[in-house]
């Protein structure tokens, strides 16, 4: 069943220098029990993505169609999506929240806190416990303080913090940047096996190289728009945008072949997109792409690319 389905969702923040389009029309669906990943370079729309799903765009505004278990969350009022929704049903870890933890609380204090944020006058030993138990973090952890602990426990904390009050959808933004490989790869396998008890996430990172391991479905993003979307085998295997293909060549492999790189810049965000956002470093672009492409439809999925227009 599907649970998550976006349709046509474009993001805006203003500026002074007048608006930012930092998601354009992007469109995909996730099922139930299904993770996805989001890739794609800096300031090419990810955050945003995760922020408009979660409502929290600061200075920002979300048009389109998201439906979570088949409720428009874009319609609802705010006090309602407050309730019933962010954080219980739909929560986030931030990009370097790790950071954010209160220096003079124990983590103890700062889950309580939470908890009466969201005035929770239920069992919160057992929610807090629950929670630590996720991440596989002792609870003797609960009385130290953030300095107190190395940087893959400070981010064990907030994920148990993300998954608090159980939500079904967790959006991850960059989890395992600041991290040493080996703490990324325990915080990647955690985030496996709370995908194995039946929690969504949507990883967002720069790396494709760690979405393979727990994306069911993979969204590339340039320019503010999702350029590929599908699922990972397809992308991995049979990547069609011309800049996933970059970016999976840009990958690191142990063969010693050189990682190739992707010339130029992503296009402002603030020319609102009347042509292909990835032409002026396309090796492949025709003509044609002087025009904005629309989505076409794929095995999995769908690309924006005029490469694949007689294929609709
Ligand atoms: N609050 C804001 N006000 C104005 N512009 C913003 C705001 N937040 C982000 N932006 C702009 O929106 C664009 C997309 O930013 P976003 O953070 O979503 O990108 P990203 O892909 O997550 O980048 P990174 O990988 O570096 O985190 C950027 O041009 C950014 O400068």
Not at 81 to 108: C, H
Not at 170 to 196: F, G
Request: net charge negative.
């Amino acid at each position: 069943m599907t649970f998550l389905t976006v349709n046509g969702l474009s993001s805006k923040y203003s500026s002074s220098k007048g608006p930012v389009y930092a998601v354009d029309d992007v469109d995909f669906e996730l099922n139930d029990g299904e993770s996805m990943g989001i890739a794609g370079e800096s300031a090419c729309g990810k955050s945003t993505l995760g922020l408009s799903l979660i409502r929290m765009l600061s200075g920002g505004t979300a048009e389109g169609k998201i439906l979570f278990d088949g409720v428009s969350i874009l319609d609802m009022t705010e006090s309602k999506f407050d309730d019933e929704y962010r954080w219980k049903k739909i929560s986030m870890v931030f990009q370097g929240a790790m950071n954010s933890l209160d220096p003079v609380f124990t983590v103890n204090e700062q889950f309580v806190e939470i908890l009466k944020e969201h005035s929770f006058d239920g069992d919160s030993k057992k929610l807090i416990s629950d929670a630590m138990n996720s991440v596989s973090l002792d609870e003797s952890v609960l009385k130290k303080y953030p300095h107190e602990l190395s940087g893959g426990m400070k981010q064990r904390v907030i994920i148990a913090m993300s998954l608090l009050l159980k939500p079904k959808f967790v959006i991850a933004d960059e989890p395992t940047t600041a991290l040493d490989v080996l703490i990324q790869a325990q915080i990647i396998n955690l985030l496996k096996s709370l995908k194995k008890e039946g929690m969504s996430f949507m990883l967002i990172t720069h790396d494709l190289a760690v979405l393979s391991e727990i994306s069911d479905k993979i969204g590339i993003m340039y320019g503010g728009q999702m350029v590929e979307f599908g699922s990972s085998e397809q992308i991995y295997k049979n990547p069609k945008h011309p800049y996933t293909q970059g970016l999976l060549e840009s990958i690191p492999t142990l063969k010693g072949n050189t990682p190739k790189y992707i010339k130029g810049t992503p296009p402002s965000l603030l020319d609102a997109p009347t042509q292909c956002r990835f032409i002026e470093r396309c090796p492949l672009a025709i003509d044609k792409c002087k025009e904005l492409p629309p989505k076409f439809k794929t095995e999995t999925g769908y690309v924006r690319c005029w490469l694949y227009e007689d294929e609709k």
